[in-house]
């Protein structure tokens, strides 16, 4: 491959291999107080903050204890000074592990320092002392930016001070340490679990194997990555996927609380990866480790990553580290579908290639790296040196990785909203569609979920007492919507349902629809429902639609996935076409050869053909010069492992977006104010309003973008 610009890169062939990785990612410089270069620091995220805490300065060896926190929206680092009422700082450490806790505390375990148990801020420690491992347990809380004195009771269950171990929150309050390091750099195998709540060690056992962070990471399912439910239907994570019918009996009741999972990767010559979960305190004695590694059901892997993080977004679980080899260097994300166990590489095509990039963690819907630009990964990663004066964004949702929005009713209301709406009697308000049927409905409901339908029905009372108009009787109010009936009731199941639960809600065309409404009427919520199901109907049949949707409501992420699955049709197509052709080569040459053995005089006659006799150009072979090269052979194939095409079909013929794609985010040129005016609401009496009300003869093609402006979003006429 020879690197182009655009982030493209030429084959051999001369053929242009289009990319579009670089625009899901992003690199941004830091400013304020950057931590210097670290050894063995720890990263925790929470909210909208970045903490980093302990290390050892790789410039001149010194271990520290500050606390240096980094503001995403400012990018603007800050180090942290405990205030005087604050307890005192865990000593100076490295390889430690930080766990999040309620999402308010940062618990601080174990590590390696110069000397054991607590010592004032202010104290310093001579270079000279030996190093020790620890096994004391310290807690940060962020909303009073305080440390908390720990005071822990002897206990049996008292790990053995360690350093470079694992370590998570299991069941809400209980921590988690699996493994580690001793100071003579002996592996420690054994798990221990402390209690958060009553600040004791409740728990210990043996475990086979080693585990360390320089393989290994650990992580457990919490509530708010809801790993059972997704995109309104039950899935079922690994863990929980049993074979043997009288073993998922035994583990129904631990099947409620998930497992503690670890991904391990090691002996990086002859890479093995290893997938594993289990029960803390299931056993007195033993742990009992469960490996899921055979349970992958795709060939495409990772390959070996040192000092890996991970994080949980949705039924993802994102895994980065350091990439090297005798001849490749970089670094590299993942993603691991928890309820198949397939990987997904996350590509960054040329964004991460230069530079040196070390440690990645999870804020929000983005995958960060922190790095620098200028120096060199190699030589960081011999030093264990971590930068932090760049940090590099990648957009997950544009590789179909996102959490869906939280359930906010159980199912039986949901179901009862479905009711209600299917109610004549609980209606005031007719609403007629564009093809000329009628939906009844509640313009309570509807004002509580529809800000612009309420703010209409301000409008009309403020109106009203302007005009000292006063309503001798109740009259039935009905209202013109600029959708047709399917897309009308679907819209409506929404406002009554709080959620997109039906079949009608789910077809594509319904959804694309449901975005530009949510886009027009500003109802966030459901924007994000139909986002979300829009990924998950992302196909080859409906990628040129979405693309257009997603266009039109600036869904950046939504428009690149659906441009990338385009992509990958048009280089699948390519690749058809350049075999038909090279069959096509073929038995022309064949034919040439046989009419040129079919017209080849005797051997006794040749001395009488002339010497410049010339053959009709009809039956020469084709030259290189003449033929067609097209992508797809194994020079150059227009296909690449990790940009994965849909799972649907192809179809026959590729949609004409493919060769006329819209421009990314184009914008959208708002209606004038006398536009607005005129066309806003249609919401009169029974009395002055016929039996269906006057349509327009005009019918507007599914992505006309004057509809767009003019009549969808201001086609509600108010009277």
């Known amino acids: 491959m020879v690197p182009i610009t655009n982030g493209s890169t030429a084959t051999t062939t001369g053929l242009v291999r289009q990319s579009i990785a670089d625009l899901t990612t992003e690199i941004k410089l830091t400013k304020g107080e950057v931590p210097p270069p670290l050894v063995g620091s720890s990263t925790t995220v929470i909210g909208d903050n970045l903490y980093v805490f302990g290390g050892r300065v790789a410039s001149n060896r010194q271990m520290t204890n500050y606390l240096y926190v980094l503001h995403f929206p400012t990018l603007t680092w800050v180090r942290h000074i405990a205030p005087p009422n604050s307890a005192k700082a865990p000593v100076p450490r490295y390889f430690h592990s930080a766990s999040v806790y309620q999402d308010r505390y940062i618990v601080i375990f174990g590590g390696m320092g110069n000397i054991p148990g607590r010592r004032t801020r202010q104290q310093q420690f001579p270079q000279e002392e030996k190093l020790c491992a620890m096994d004391d347990v310290s807690m940060f809380d962020i909303e009073t930016m305080s440390w908390i004195e720990i005071n822990v009771s002897p206990s049996i269950f008292t790990p053995q001070a360690r350093y470079a171990h694992l370590s998570t929150v299991w069941d809400s309050n209980k921590l988690v340490i699996i493994g580690g390091q001793d100071i003579a750099n002996v592996h420690i195998n054994e798990v221990n679990v402390f209690d958060l709540t009553k600040s004791a060690w409740i728990h210990g056992g043996s475990m086979n194997g080693p585990y360390d ?58 890479l093995t990866r290893d997938l594993q979960s289990f029960i803390p305190m299931k056993s007195s004695r033993d742990v009992e480790f469960r490996n899921h590694a055979s349970e992958t059901t795709n060939s495409l892997l990772p390959p070996g990553l040192r000092f890996p993080t991970g994080d949980l977004m949705g039924h993802y679980f994102l895994v980065s580290g350091t990439f090297l080899n005798s001849t490749q260097s970089g670094f590299q994300t993942w993603a691991l579908n928890l309820t198949n166990l397939s990987w997904t590489h996350i590509d960054t095509s040329s964004t991460l290639s230069n530079g040196s990039w070390n440690r990645g963690f999870l804020y929000r819907k983005k995958y960060c790296v922190l790095g620098h630009t200028e120096h060199d990964l190699k030589d960081d990663y011999n030093f264990r040196r971590i930068n932090f004066d760049h940090v590099a964004t990648i957009d997950l949702e544009a590789f179909g990785i996102y959490s869906l929005p939280p359930t906010t009713c159980s199912s039986e209301a949901q179901e009862l909203g479905l009711s209600m709406l299917s109610e004549p009697s609980m209606s005031d308000l007719t609403i007629w569609t564009t093809d000329q049927q009628s939906i009844s409905a509640n ?214 977006t493919y060769t006329s794609l819209r421009r990314l985010a184009q914008p959208i040129l708002s209606p004038s104010s006398s536009e607005k005016t005129q066309q806003k609401y249609a919401y009169f009496n029974t009395d002055k309003m016929p039996s269906s009300p006057p349509l327009g003869s005009k019918k507007y093609n599914y992505f006309d973008q004057s509809q767009y402006n003019n009549s969808s979003r201001s086609a509600i006429i108010y009277h």
């Open 213 to 270: 962070a320089y393989r290994a990471v650990a992580f457990c399912s919490s509530p708010k990555n809801d790993t059972a439910s997704y995109g309104g239907e039950t899935v079922t994570p690994f863990w929980n996927m049993n074979t043997n019918q009288e073993k998922m009996e035994k583990d129904s009741q631990d099947s409620k609380i998930p497992p503690v999972c670890i991904y391990s990767n090691y002996n990086f010559n002859d």
């Open 443 to 656: 313009t309570v409901i509807l004002a509580e979920r529809w800000p612009e339908f309420a703010q209409l029905l301000t409008d009309q009372k403020n109106s009203a007492k302007n005009k000292l108009v006063e309503h001798t009787q109740i009259q039935r109010k009905q209202l013109l919507f600029p959708e047709t009936y399917s897309v009308t009731l679907a819209f409506l199941q929404y406002i009554y349902t709080d959620h997109l639960i039906t079949a009608q809600q789910h077809q594509p065309q319904i959804l694309s629809r449901l975005l530009v409404l949510a886009d027009m009427y500003n109802m966030e919520r459901l924007k994000q429902l139909t986002t979300y199901a829009l990924h998950q109907l992302l196909t080859i049949s409906t990628a040129s639609m979405v693309y257009e949707t997603a266009t039109l409501t600036f869904q950046i992420s939504l428009q690149v996935r659906s441009l990338r699955i385009m992509m990958n049709a048009k280089r699948i197509l390519l690749n058809q076409q350049h075999q038909q052709q090279q069959q096509q080569q073929q038995q022309q040459q064949q034919q040439h050869h046989q009419v040129v053995k079919d017209i080849s005089p005797p051997s006794s006659m040749r001395h009488h053909q002339t010497e410049h006799q010339e053959w009709p150009s009809s039956s020469l072979p084709l030259s290189p010069s003449n033929s067609i090269t097209v992508p797809g052979s194994k020079s150059g194939s227009y296909y690449s492992s990790d940009e994965p095409m849909s799972p649907r079909s192809l179809p026959s013929s590729p949609p004409a």
